[in-house]
């Protein structure tokens, strides 16, 4: 079994934080990053459905683990109106 792949993956929130989709979307780091380092890339996350979200976004192993699960904390991103 080969090492999994990292990516960062976003979950989607209701405003109140309540999860709506754990794994709304995911993309791949541009390079492997080592543990407590930074790496610093763009991508484009197609707008949900109208209405006033959150976006919880966390490194993933894919097939493994979110990292939150091992005790990483996840930042979080307050949209609001979709329109």
Do not use: C
């Not at 999860?19 to 080592?34: Q, R, T």
């Not at 930074?38 to 979110?66: I, K, N």
């Amino acid at each position: 079994v080969g090492a999994a792949a990292e990516r960062l993956g976003v979950h989607l929130l209701d405003e109140r934080g309540d999860e709506l989709v754990h794994d709304y979307n995911g993309f791949p780091l541009p390079k492997p990053v080592a543990p407590g380092a930074e790496v610093v890339f763009d991508f484009t996350l197609a707008a949900p459905a109208p209405g006033r979200y959150q976006l919880e976004f966390d490194m993933v192993s894919e097939h493994l683990t979110w990292f939150e699960d091992a005790g990483s904390t996840t930042p979080l991103v307050h949209i609001l109106d979709v329109v």
